[in-house]
């Protein structure tokens, strides 16, 4: 069974950067389609970016594409999430999540994943 942990909390500007990482143990963490969702006070989680099996294909949301690069390194079992020109409206608790997968492409829907993160915060400010 995979674990994840997320590091990376943090408080910034706005227009600042932030990286957030997420270790995963696993002995096959290759096998694994990893994403990142978010979760803003009183808002339902949603998707924010995610990486196939290989980092050969990712995929983002709208509201961070160009701004937000999802990466993985499979020998360090470690998927990134490198967030720049950050907004106020980026503010929420960022989750991890992950899937065994038999296909090396990136998922979006949060029902695509079987394990998450307890989550880290990020807080852009004003």
Known sequence: QVQLVESGEGLVQAGGSLRLSCAAS??????YVMGWFRQAPGKEREFVAS???????TDSADSVKGRFTISRDNAKNTVSLQM?????ADTAVYYCAAVYSGYDVPYRREWNYSKWGRGTQVTVSS
Do not use: E
């Not at 696993?26 to 096998?31: K, L, N, P, W």
């Open 26 to 31: 696993a002995r096959t963490f290759s096998g």
């Open 84 to 88: 720049n020109s950050l907004k106020p």
């Open 51 to 57: 990486i196939s099996r290989s980092g050969g294909s």
